[in-house]
């Protein structure tokens, strides 16, 4: 099945500042998610973004499909940004909406 | 719209019981997956309905069960609760097969 990897694994920023964060896919999906975990466990939708750039606010996200990754880009962060991002991928071939999650990147930021 | 709503949102059980959790997804929208969090393995999935009939199961044992009714609302089951089967259990719905999923707030099950 499909291997999710995110990097970094934890991530420290002080207010203000940018972020890359990283998702590859071991196999090709034909939908991929991010997400933002809040402090109470919901995944709260960021982006569906099986290819292309997206922008949305501060966060903005780009898929390269054909080299199965995805990247998502925090700007000027803020503290309330601060929580676990997930990447999700699924693979529609085999007639399934499982979507496959990545370990997560923790991201606390600092005042 | 109102989003997906997960019933009830926090339970505690004692190993042996029974539990069953319900899952109301987006109006008009017809596919519900199930996934289960815990701090040891991470998201996984559990298991996908879509018009009443369960179209992919994950690796997880028989006392894991579902349905899904007409409505499109789902319920999931658990039978002879372990210990184990604590977790953060997570409802996502979708309109069709590949669109965007949108999940619940979760029911955090305590299982003592």
């Known amino acids: 099945g499909i291997q999710v990897e995110q990097s970094p694994p934890d991530l420290i920023l002080q207010e203000g500042a940018n972020s890359t964060l990283r998702c590859n896919f071991s196999?090709?999906?034909?939908?991929l998610q991010w997400f933002h975990q809040n402090p109470w466990g919901q995944l709260i939708n960021l982006f569906y973004i099986p290819s292309g750039t997206k922008q949305n606010g501060r966060l903005s996200a780009t898929t390269v499909a054909t080299e199965r990754y995805s990247l998502l880009y925090i700007s000027s962060s803020q503290t309330t940004d601060s929580g676990v991002y997930f990447c999700a991928g699924a693979n529609y071939g085999g007639a399934t909406n499982k979507l496959i999650f990545g370990t997560g990147t923790l991201l606390a930021v600092q005042p | 719209k109102a989003g997906v709503t997960q019933t009830p949102r926090y339970l505690i059980k004692t190993r042996g019981q029974q539990v069953t959790l319900s899952c109301s997804p987006i109006s008009g929208h017809r596919s519900v997956s199930w996934y289960q969090q815990t701090p040891g393995q991470g998201l996984q999935f559990l298991f996908e309905y879509f018009s009443e009939t369960q179209r992919n199961k994950g690796n997880f044992p028989g006392r894991f069960s579902g349905r899904q009714f007409s409505n499109s609302r789902s319920e999931m089951n658990v039978s002879t609760l372990e210990l184990g089967d604590s977790a953060l259990y997570l409802c996502?719905?979708?309109?069709?097969?590949?669109?965007?999923?949108?999940f619940g707030p979760g029911t955090r099950l305590t299982v003592l």
């Open positions: 196999d090709s999906v034909n939908n």
């Open positions: 996502a719905s979708s309109l069709v097969k590949g669109n965007e999923q949108f």
